[in-house]
Every structure is written in structure tokens, then in C-alpha cells.
């Protein structure tokens, strides 16, 4: 007989920095998660991406107290931030876009970065191919204040 699912979970955790501390822990423990099992799971599946990309992470979790987990691919923003050089900034030490997209721009990327990133995201979008994949990057540009190059 199938296990019964109780629920799913969305985190976004940084790759191979998985931890009981908040706000991994106590989003998993009031879940009934085992939180080391999880962080070491987490760790060991997210050790071949680049460290500290930040993950998202859907947790099924069942009333036997065991999960299961799928990893995504980091943000496109994160992948275009990175492309365009943008350093971090503020508190978090977070790379930021632009202040007023669509105004000012805050980097450059080109075309053939572009794709890169859609062919690196192309599982985890909605689209058929890499053009379409590449249009949904362009739109995630401009909404990042980051000019597209030809």
C-alpha cells in the first residue's frame, strides 16, 4: 500500500549549506521532518552544484514520518545576476538588479549567455524548446534591469 501524503513543503536552501538552524529547522521539525536526515539528504544531492546557488526544494512529507525530496534549478535571476557580474550588496549579500527596471539597467548579459541559462533551466521551465525557454530568461532580464546584448 502507498504511503499517505500529509503535505508538500517549498524551501529554497543554499546548495550543500543545509542546516538545522533557522529557518531550515523549524519549518521541518513543526512538520515532523527529521531536520538531520533532510540536511544531510539535501547536502549530499546538492554537492555537484556551484556552493552557496541558492536551491529550491519541494519536501512530500507522509504520515510515517518520512519525506521525499525534489531539487530544482537555481532562479533564472541568480543565474542572470551571475552572468552580468553583479556583485553582492546589503545586509543578505545578495546580488541586486536594478532599482527601477526598464530605467536604468543594472548589467549586461549576451545572447549566447542567455541560452546558456535556458538550456541550464530548460527541465524547470514551461516551454518546448530552447527558444521559447529563452524568451521566458528575456522576460525574467528585464524584469531584473539587466540589458540583453545581441
Known amino acids: ?8 513543503l517549498k524551501l529554497q536552501v543554499k546548495a550543500g549549506q543545509a542546516n538545522p538552524s533557522p529557518p531550515v529547522g523549524p519549518a521541518l521539525g513543526q512538520r515532523g521532518i527529521n ?4 540536511c544531510k539528504d539535501f547536502n549530499a544531492k546538492s554537492a555537484d552544484m556551484e556552493p552557496g546557488a541558492p ?12 519525506f521525499s525530496m525534489e531539487l530544482k534549478t ?6 542572470l545576476k551571475k552572468a552580468a557580474g553583479l556583485k553582492p ?4 549579500n545578495r546580488a541586486r538588479g536594478s532599482v527601477k527596471p526598464g530605467r536604468e539597467t543594472a548589467g549586461t ?3 549566447k549567455q542567455v541560452r546558456e541559462i535556458a ?10 524548446d530552447v527558444e521559447g525557454a529563452m524568451q521566458i530568461i528575456l522576460g525574467s532580464a528585464k524584469s531584473c534591469g539587466i540589458e540583453v546584448k545581441g
Open 1 to 8: 500500500m502507498a504511503k499517505k501524503v500529509i503535505g508538500q
Open 35 to 38: 531536520i538531520m536526515q533532510f
Open 55 to 66: 536551491v529550491p526544494v519541494v519536501i512530500t512529507y507522509y504520515q510515517d514520518k518520512s
Open 74 to 79: 537555481p532562479p533564472a535571476s541568480w543565474y
Open 89 to 92: 550588496v546589503g545586509k543578505r
Open 109 to 111: 548579459v549576451t545572447v
Open 119 to 128: 538550456e541550464a533551466k530548460m527541465k524547470d521551465l514551461n516551454a518546448n
